[in-house]
């Protein structure tokens, strides 16, 4: 077994080397973009599936499970010191229960910015951000002096004099309506490419326009207007209280594999670097039902994650988000899943005809055609608490009936989801939305689906720290 895993990974260094050295940033532009995947509402639906006493649960930028042990009078005092940054707490902002944010600020890790400009009839300033190594969170105000609403159509990040928009996923969408005189406090959470760090100069860009519910769902209208704000990045903080865990462990399921690179600890997140071999014969995704478990004072903490990076069709690296309360000095952090994300590759086919209005081919039968207006597919489906949960994600790429390659259209809001759940029966309806460029296409149409739910199950545990 051992030889075999040291083959492996000479393989996959190899075959990192070789892919290093032939993508472009417009393919990873486009693999970042694509291949995000947001698990806000996934997490949601496990919690209902674990609801104990003792556990809060509550929804920000992703799950808190926190389990009090009540045993606060054994806990020795040298456990309870906490490392603190340079900066006072922020505020006006609303954390709610998020894990990250609540203590990144309780022990001044927010980086300070109040940096405003007006432009037309709106105001933006950015109050604050928070760093990690490939992450960042921006606290934003926004102000309509105009006597219409206003929509915040989406935030864009470039390098300082540059007029070209890094690769990267960004939390925020447009739909907001900023009503007139309204002072609108928001945050935006940025996640990098690992070949793409946060640069130390940088401009944040928010696009901003008149509220109209025929455009609400776009990201980008002919009348809106564009401010600028430049922010200087205090990288010497941020190095300071980061430190990258090196894993080096292959986790086996039958003939599947999943490689730990490593994990880079941050008061923003934390970040697990992982590689799918494409030596697979299932199409692994990522691992299911996957957390970090940190013990502070001998308490048990749940660090969700609510986004990562996918691998590509072949497989090939992926990058997980989670949460991250590292300035408490925790104890121990140990990676913990329930096994792999992972389906036959031969059924991730969603095939549809637009004109009859139905799906000709899916993995399991489980999507339902919704409809096809405007050049707008949408298609549905539902997670339960009886199935394994995961999403569902789709390559920007399709095929028309003629065999003709299509991408998506991007500046009509390109992929996006929506959810309407019910508390009653446990069910959340998912809306997938696929945005397609003007014009006829003949039928059928083909996408290939980059992730789907399907699990083999394997308990694994992994100590972080």
Known sequence: MFEKEERMLKEMNRDAEISAAVVSDEALDAAVRSGMRRGRRTQRGRARMATVSAVLVTVAAALLFVVWSGNEGLVNPQKQMAAQGPYPPLTGFDFGEDITLNTANKHGMIQPVNQSVTKGDYTVTVNGILVGSQQMEVFYTVQNHAENPADLKRVE???????????????????????????FRSR????????????????????????????VYESATENEQVLDINVSVDMETVQKYTST????????????????????????????????PSSNTMKVTGLWDVYLEAVVNGEKIRLNSDSAFLPGAGGGDMTYFFDSNILEKPESITLKSSGFQAVDPS?????????????????????????YTGHTLTFEYEEQTDRHMGSVSIEPEFVDGEGKKHRINEDAGGLSSSSRSSSDTEVSLITQYIHLKPGDYPQPLTFTLSSYPGVMEQAFEVPIQ
Do not use: C, W
Request: net charge negative; hydrophobic share 35%; charged share 25%.
């Open 188 to 215: 935006s959470d940025i996640q990098m490419g690992e070949n793409h760090p946060i640069p130390e100069e940088l401009t944040l860009s928010f696009r901003i326009a008149p509220y109209s519910t025929n455009t």
């Open 347 to 371: 059924k991730m086919k969603l095939v549809v005809d637009t004109d009859k209005k139905e799906i000709i081919r899916s993995p399991d039968g489980d999507l339902r055609f919704g409809e």
């Open 157 to 183: 990040m470039k390098r300082r004099e540059s007029s070209e928009s890094l690769p990267y996923s960004i939390g925020a969408s447009g739909g907001t309506e900023i009503k007139p005189g309204e002072l």
């Open 245 to 276: 865990v090196p894993l080096n462990k292959m986790l086996q399921i039958e003939s599947q594999m999943f490689y730990l690179k490593e994990a880079v600890l941050s008061p923003a997140g934390i970040v697990l670097k992982a590689n799918v």
